[in-house]
């Protein structure tokens, strides 16, 4: 079964080109800069030898993915379409694989990371304000739901919100990294030591959540129906986005280092607090609450968005999905499809919540799918390479073909990485083993879609 050759025209509407590219930017920045930046650093700093290593892994994090952001960058040039990763793996390999990344983006990757998502934000909210037994979980169903009736009424006003989440992140960021770098400065040099090991300079451990932290960046992909002039937009979008990110990345950490020390760092469970504790007083480990929650909301308004085209286009594609290919013309949103999301994340959010750690069943939950694909969306540039392209003279990734294939190599590695990590996790592994299975069920339904596409072509 072949893939289609241009984009299928939408049942009603058709997505309009109305970002630009600080927009897309934003769009970028406030899906990779979550909650984990919060989480992750005391975790990595177990799993390193040195405070050089650790600030070493950070930028290389970084430069990871600026490189698969070149090999986006061309794919998404050279076929700018609303379905973005689904789009190019239905091009490249046939409809039997868009058909499984869709399903597994719709049932395990999006909307896991939705719930993901929305469980850091109602884990911090009931810090502010305790809603009793359940709180979390309260607050995290009402995120979904939420995002998702915001998203319904127009692609306007969720980006009117993007920005204005971003904004107050970035300068709350800006506060924690101004104490740690400064204020945190004349702390006693014995709270900031770095220790050497003689150990292994660092495990896996650490790549696995510095990229978790990093990831994010490739929904730029969905956006590139709605990028103006996309040829040369999503580029400089995917580029001062994650060049944005790197540089706060690595300034937050080196606050950290610079309060708490690498010691310091290991035996925290919120390094952000700890130092905003120690620089700021209670008042600043407060604040920090608020911080984490605009940085919750601001992913979860970024990944609603994005998540809900890759169900539009399979919508558009497949009969038994035909419902979900509808573009409302007056909100230029995708309305069906992001009802199905938020009815899903929603689903998944109860499920979870009868795990001890929800946050941590969905990122297992959705690591070996979301690994899995993007090793072979990787794969897909050699592919369409050698196929014309819908944009004449779209971005060409430079150093081809030695950049997409240490893109591909890294995946593979994390695919590896991660998935041998969340099957040993306990209770983490039942988050892991129902993602797998979940996944295994697009199998049947893509036979069974198969099926109807050809019922249909010999009934006419």
Partial sequence: ????????????????????????????????????????????????????????????????????????????????????????????????????????????????????????????????????????????????LGITALNIVGTRESRVLQNVLLTALLCAVAVVIVAGLAIGGAAPAAARPATASSGPMFSQLALIFILLTYGGWNEAAYLTAEIRDARRNIVRALVLGILVVTVIYVLLNLAYLNVLGLDGMKASKAVAADLMQKTLGGGGAAALSLIVIAAALSTLNATVFTGARTNYAVGRDFSIFRVLGVWKERSNTPVNALLVQGAVALALVILASFTPDGFETMVAYTAPAFWLFFMLTGISLFVLRAQEPVNAQPFRVPLYPLTPILFCAMCAYMLYSSTDYALSKDPSSIGAQLGIGVLLLGLPLMFFARRAVAARASGR
Avoid: H
């Fill in 1 to 144: 079964m072949s893939a289609p050759r241009e984009p299928a025209a939408a049942a009603a509407g058709a997505p309009r080109p109305t970002f630009g590219v600080l927009d897309a930017a934003a769009m970028i920045v406030g899906i990779v800069i979550g909650a984990g930046i919060f989480k992750a650093p005391s975790i990595v700093a177990g799993s390193v030898a040195s405070s050089e290593i650790f600030i070493a892994l950070w930028v290389a994090g970084g430069v990871i993915s600026f490189v698969g952001a070149l090999c986006y960058a061309e794919l998404g040039s050279a076929f700018p379409n609303a379905g973005g990763e689904y789009y190019f793996l239905t091009r490249a390999f046939g409809r039997p694989v868009g058909f499984l990344f869709a399903w597994a983006r719709m049932s395990v990757v999006q909307t896991g990371a939705i719930a993901a998502i929305a469980f850091v934000f109602g884990d911090y909210a009931t810090q502010v304000l305790p809603l009793g037994p359940g709180s979390s979980v309260i607050y995290a169903a009402l995120a979904v």
